[in-house]
């Protein structure tokens, strides 16, 4: 069935350096993505999102990168900063039916001071 | 603050038993959706709920049950309760049916002894 994975369930990275966060997915139908941050003891939290026509979006420090043709999708942060430390969901969305949004296992962003 | 509000935050009960997890969706909300999450993986679907009738359903066991209410409100109600059953569960509420910027609740952390 449809799924999304993470490539890296780890990633650190020094403060004031960019992060690349990679997501695949597998279901070509999916027409909608969202990043999602989860820090400690809190519920997901909203970062960006991207719809299947569009293959940028930038943010405030956030940039997320969709291939539709190899089905990937990625989350920049620029200039991480401690507070960014969380884990980072993908999910995917095929928003023509009732198909639940579907998020894949995480990759937890570690900022070294 | 995402305006989902989830209680009771920590919940500690025994195999066996039942306990009811309860969900306010953000106002103007119509749709709630249920995830589990256990440790270090990510969010399970399990149900969605939209203006009182059942949307969607993921891997939800038949031991587990979700209602929403006229004022929308939502519970979802877990019984004859196995050790496996301990995670965080998660109550996302969204304006409509198609899945899109969810907002999460702080969650409810259920321990099962």
């Known amino acids: 069935g449809e799924s999304v994975g993470l490539h890296l369930p780890t990633l650190s990275v020094q403060e004031g350096d960019n992060s690349i966060i990679n997501c695949a997915y597998s279901?070509?139908?999916?027409?909608?993505f969202i990043w999602y941050k989860q820090e400690s003891g809190k519920g997901p939290q909203f970062i960006i999102d991207i719809r299947s026509n569009m293959d940028k979006r930038q943010g405030q420090r956030v940039t997320v990168l969709l291939n539709k043709t190899v089905k990937h999708l990625s989350l920049q942060i620029a200039a991480t900063q401690p507070g960014d430390s969380a884990v980072y969901f993908c999910?995917?969305?095929?928003?023509?039916?009732?198909?639940?949004?579907?998020f894949g296992t995480g990759t937890k962003l570690q900022v070294i001071p | 603050d995402s305006g989902v509000t989830q209680t009771p935050k920590h919940l500690i009960t025994a195999t066996g038993q039942r306990v009811t997890l309860r969900c306010s969706p953000r106002s103007g909300d119509l749709s709630v959706y249920w995830y589990q999450q256990s440790l270090d993986q990510g969010l399970q679907f399990l149900i969605q709920?939209?203006?009182?009738?059942?949307?969607a359903k993921g891997n939800i066991l038949e031991r587990f049950s979700a209602q929403q209410f006229p004022d929308l409100h939502s519970e979802l109600n877990l019984s004859s309760l196995e050790l496996g059953d301990s995670a965080l569960y998660f109550c996302?509420?969204?304006?409509?049916?198609?899945?899109?910027?969810?907002?999460f609740g702080s969650g409810t952390q259920l321990s099962v002894l």
């Open positions: 999910a995917e969305n095929f928003s023509g039916g009732y198909q639940k949004v579907t």
């Open positions: 709920y939209y203006n009182g009738e059942e949307r």
């Open positions: 996302a509420s969204s304006v409509d049916t198609t899945n899109e910027k969810l907002f």
């Open positions: 279901n070509s139908a999916s027409d909608y």
